[in-house]
Protein backbone atom coordinates (compact mmCIF):
# COMPACT_ATOMS: atom_id res chain seq x y z
CA UNK A 1 0.00 0.00 0.00
CA UNK A 2 1.05 3.58 -1.07
CA UNK A 3 1.59 5.33 2.67
CA UNK A 4 3.96 7.64 4.36
CA UNK A 5 6.85 5.93 6.62
CA UNK A 6 8.51 7.24 9.34
CA UNK A 7 11.53 6.32 11.27
CA UNK A 8 12.10 5.64 13.98
CA UNK A 9 8.92 5.49 15.61
CA UNK A 10 10.93 6.33 19.03
CA UNK A 11 14.29 8.43 19.56
CA UNK A 12 15.94 8.78 22.45
CA UNK A 13 18.09 11.74 22.21
CA UNK A 14 20.71 13.95 24.68
CA UNK A 15 19.65 17.51 25.63
CA UNK A 16 22.15 19.38 22.75
CA UNK A 17 22.97 16.47 20.34
CA UNK A 18 22.02 16.42 17.47
CA UNK A 19 18.99 14.66 15.60
CA UNK A 20 17.65 13.51 12.37
CA UNK A 21 14.23 12.37 12.11
CA UNK A 22 13.33 10.72 8.81
CA UNK A 23 9.65 10.70 6.33
CA UNK A 24 9.40 8.60 3.41
CA UNK A 25 6.55 8.25 1.14
CA UNK A 26 5.56 5.99 -1.91
CA UNK A 27 2.51 8.49 -2.57
CA UNK A 28 4.31 10.63 -5.00
CA UNK A 29 3.00 13.66 -3.72
CA UNK A 30 4.95 16.87 -3.95
CA UNK A 31 3.92 18.65 -0.95
CA UNK A 32 5.35 17.42 2.60
CA UNK A 33 5.07 18.77 5.81
CA UNK A 34 6.70 18.07 9.22
CA UNK A 35 4.14 18.85 12.64
CA UNK A 36 5.12 19.09 16.14
CA UNK A 37 2.99 17.78 18.47
CA UNK A 38 3.30 18.13 22.17
CA UNK A 39 1.34 15.72 24.57
CA UNK A 40 -2.44 17.17 24.72
CA UNK A 41 -2.01 19.37 22.04
CA UNK A 42 -2.89 19.73 18.42
CA UNK A 43 -0.25 19.18 16.06
CA UNK A 44 1.50 22.61 14.99
CA UNK A 45 2.82 23.33 11.46
CA UNK A 46 6.67 23.96 11.66
CA UNK A 47 7.34 23.91 7.71
CA UNK A 48 6.65 22.33 4.03
CA UNK A 49 8.42 21.50 1.05
CA UNK A 50 6.26 22.32 -2.05
CA UNK A 51 8.54 20.32 -4.92
CA UNK A 52 12.23 21.73 -3.92
CA UNK A 53 10.76 25.21 -2.19
CA UNK A 54 10.92 25.12 1.59
CA UNK A 55 8.48 26.88 3.17
CA UNK A 56 8.99 27.67 7.24
CA UNK A 57 6.52 29.00 9.40
CA UNK A 58 7.18 32.31 10.96
CA UNK A 59 7.34 31.19 14.21
CA UNK A 60 9.55 27.95 13.85
CA UNK A 61 12.42 28.01 16.11
CA UNK A 62 15.69 27.97 13.98
CA UNK A 63 17.22 24.95 15.76
CA UNK A 64 14.92 22.78 13.42
CA UNK A 65 15.74 22.58 10.10
CA UNK A 66 14.47 20.21 6.97
CA UNK A 67 15.78 18.81 3.65
CA UNK A 68 14.86 16.89 1.26
CA UNK A 69 16.73 15.61 -1.24
CA UNK A 70 14.11 14.11 -3.61
CA UNK A 71 10.37 13.51 -4.23
CA UNK A 72 10.09 10.61 -1.56
CA UNK A 73 12.41 11.73 1.31
CA UNK A 74 12.35 14.27 3.74
CA UNK A 75 14.15 15.10 7.33
CA UNK A 76 13.72 16.81 9.91
CA UNK A 77 16.98 18.46 11.83
CA UNK A 78 17.09 19.46 15.49
CA UNK A 79 20.51 21.10 16.01
CA UNK A 80 20.46 21.26 19.70
CA UNK A 81 17.13 19.87 21.07
CA UNK A 82 16.30 20.95 24.50
CA UNK A 83 13.69 19.55 26.82
CA UNK A 84 11.01 21.38 25.58
CA UNK A 85 11.61 19.87 22.37
CA UNK A 86 10.36 16.12 23.64
CA UNK A 87 7.06 15.91 21.47
CA UNK A 88 5.77 13.66 18.69
CA UNK A 89 6.51 14.56 15.30
CA UNK A 90 4.12 14.04 12.57
CA UNK A 91 5.09 13.81 8.68
CA UNK A 92 2.56 14.62 6.24
CA UNK A 93 2.09 14.32 2.37
CA UNK A 94 -0.54 15.92 -0.44
CA UNK A 95 -1.04 16.80 -4.01
CA UNK A 96 -0.37 19.77 -5.56
CA UNK A 97 -2.31 22.18 -3.43
CA UNK A 98 -4.17 24.05 -6.15
CA UNK A 99 -7.21 21.43 -5.28
CA UNK A 100 -8.63 22.00 -2.08
CA UNK A 101 -10.72 19.09 -1.86
CA UNK A 102 -7.68 16.82 -1.73
CA UNK A 103 -6.46 15.77 2.08
CA UNK A 104 -3.44 14.64 3.60
CA UNK A 105 -2.00 11.64 4.51
CA UNK A 106 0.03 11.47 7.63
CA UNK A 107 2.69 8.61 8.68
CA UNK A 108 2.66 7.68 12.51
CA UNK A 109 4.77 9.78 13.75
CA UNK A 110 8.04 9.86 15.82
CA UNK A 111 8.61 10.23 19.65
CA UNK A 112 11.36 12.17 19.99
CA UNK A 113 12.11 12.18 24.31
CA UNK A 114 15.05 14.38 25.07
CA UNK A 115 17.35 13.23 28.15
CA UNK B 1 -6.38 31.62 7.89
CA UNK B 2 -9.72 30.62 8.74
CA UNK B 3 -10.26 28.89 12.38
CA UNK B 4 -12.41 26.39 13.51
CA UNK B 5 -13.82 26.22 16.93
CA UNK B 6 -14.89 22.53 18.54
CA UNK B 7 -16.11 21.45 22.00
CA UNK B 8 -12.72 19.78 24.45
CA UNK B 9 -14.41 16.80 24.65
CA UNK B 10 -17.88 14.53 24.43
CA UNK B 11 -18.70 11.32 25.60
CA UNK B 12 -21.07 8.58 24.11
CA UNK B 13 -22.11 5.04 24.48
CA UNK B 14 -21.26 2.41 22.77
CA UNK B 15 -23.78 1.67 19.85
CA UNK B 16 -25.16 5.27 20.30
CA UNK B 17 -24.84 7.97 17.44
CA UNK B 18 -22.53 10.94 17.90
CA UNK B 19 -23.02 14.22 16.62
CA UNK B 20 -19.75 16.08 16.72
CA UNK B 21 -20.03 19.99 16.22
CA UNK B 22 -17.48 22.47 14.56
CA UNK B 23 -17.73 25.74 14.09
CA UNK B 24 -16.55 27.97 11.63
CA UNK B 25 -18.15 31.50 11.53
CA UNK B 26 -15.15 32.60 9.01
CA UNK B 27 -15.04 30.22 6.46
CA UNK B 28 -14.41 31.38 2.68
CA UNK B 29 -16.14 30.33 -0.23
CA UNK B 30 -13.34 27.93 -1.59
CA UNK B 31 -12.79 26.56 1.91
CA UNK B 32 -13.56 22.54 2.23
CA UNK B 33 -14.32 21.08 5.32
CA UNK B 34 -12.05 18.01 6.58
CA UNK B 35 -11.95 16.15 9.25
CA UNK B 36 -9.72 14.38 10.51
CA UNK B 37 -9.12 12.01 13.63
CA UNK B 38 -6.50 10.86 15.81
CA UNK B 39 -6.37 7.92 17.76
CA UNK B 40 -3.66 7.35 20.20
CA UNK B 41 -0.11 7.37 19.42
CA UNK B 42 -1.23 7.39 16.05
CA UNK B 43 -0.84 10.23 13.28
CA UNK B 44 -4.17 12.04 12.10
CA UNK B 45 -6.35 9.82 9.41
CA UNK B 46 -8.58 11.28 6.84
CA UNK B 47 -12.70 10.86 8.22
CA UNK B 48 -14.73 13.00 5.20
CA UNK B 49 -14.98 15.96 4.01
CA UNK B 50 -16.84 17.79 2.14
CA UNK B 51 -17.82 22.04 0.35
CA UNK B 52 -21.59 22.24 0.79
CA UNK B 53 -23.60 19.38 0.59
CA UNK B 54 -24.28 16.87 3.33
CA UNK B 55 -21.62 13.77 2.84
CA UNK B 56 -21.66 10.11 3.29
CA UNK B 57 -18.83 7.55 3.63
CA UNK B 58 -18.17 4.03 5.29
CA UNK B 59 -16.76 6.04 8.20
CA UNK B 60 -19.18 8.98 9.01
CA UNK B 61 -21.53 11.57 7.52
CA UNK B 62 -20.95 15.47 7.10
CA UNK B 63 -23.48 17.47 7.82
CA UNK B 64 -22.71 21.08 6.68
CA UNK B 65 -24.97 24.09 7.72
CA UNK B 66 -26.49 25.89 4.73
CA UNK B 67 -24.96 29.60 5.49
CA UNK B 68 -21.67 27.02 6.06
CA UNK B 69 -20.42 28.49 9.20
CA UNK B 70 -20.71 25.40 11.10
CA UNK B 71 -20.74 21.57 10.08
CA UNK B 72 -21.39 18.14 12.31
CA UNK B 73 -19.43 15.09 11.87
CA UNK B 74 -21.68 12.11 12.60
CA UNK B 75 -20.52 9.07 13.51
CA UNK B 76 -24.22 6.69 13.68
CA UNK B 77 -22.47 3.72 15.43
CA UNK B 78 -19.79 4.59 18.34
CA UNK B 79 -17.43 1.85 19.09
CA UNK B 80 -14.72 1.89 21.34
CA UNK B 81 -12.48 2.09 18.14
CA UNK B 82 -13.59 5.52 17.46
CA UNK B 83 -11.96 7.08 20.66
CA UNK B 84 -10.02 9.73 19.35
CA UNK B 85 -9.54 13.18 18.78
CA UNK B 86 -11.63 14.58 15.85
CA UNK B 87 -10.12 18.14 14.49
CA UNK B 88 -11.84 19.97 12.36
CA UNK B 89 -9.87 21.60 9.72
CA UNK B 90 -10.72 23.91 7.17
CA UNK B 91 -8.83 23.29 3.95
CA UNK B 92 -8.08 26.58 1.68
CA UNK B 93 -6.34 27.50 -1.46
CA UNK B 94 -3.46 27.02 -0.19
CA UNK B 95 -2.28 23.81 0.57
CA UNK B 96 -1.96 24.47 4.65
CA UNK B 97 -3.78 22.51 7.70
CA UNK B 98 -3.92 24.26 10.28
CA UNK B 99 -4.87 22.55 13.50
CA UNK B 100 -7.95 23.30 15.93
CA UNK B 101 -8.15 22.14 19.97
CA UNK B 102 -9.85 19.23 18.37
CA UNK B 103 -12.78 17.28 20.57
CA UNK B 104 -11.47 14.42 22.58
CA UNK B 105 -14.46 11.70 22.17
CA UNK B 106 -14.95 8.71 24.72
CA UNK B 107 -16.82 6.03 23.99
CA UNK B 108 -18.30 4.60 27.07
CA UNK B 109 -18.89 0.83 26.98
Known amino acids: DAMVIQNPRYQVTQFGKPVTLSCSQT?????MYWYQQKSSQAPKLLFH???????NEADTPDNFQSRRPNTSFCFLDIRSPGLGDAAMYLC??????????????FGSGTRLTVV | DAKTTQPNSMESNEEEPVHLPCNHS???????IHWYRQLPSQGPEYVIH???SNVNNRMASLAIAEDRKSSTLILHRATLRDAAVYYC??????????FGTGTRLKVLA
Open chain 1, 92 to 105: ATSRAGTDPAYGYT
Open chain 1, 27 to 31: LNHNV
Open chain 1, 49 to 55: YYDKDFN
Open chain 2, 26 to 32: TISGTDY
Open chain 2, 50 to 52: GLT
Open chain 2, 89 to 98: ILRPGTYKYI
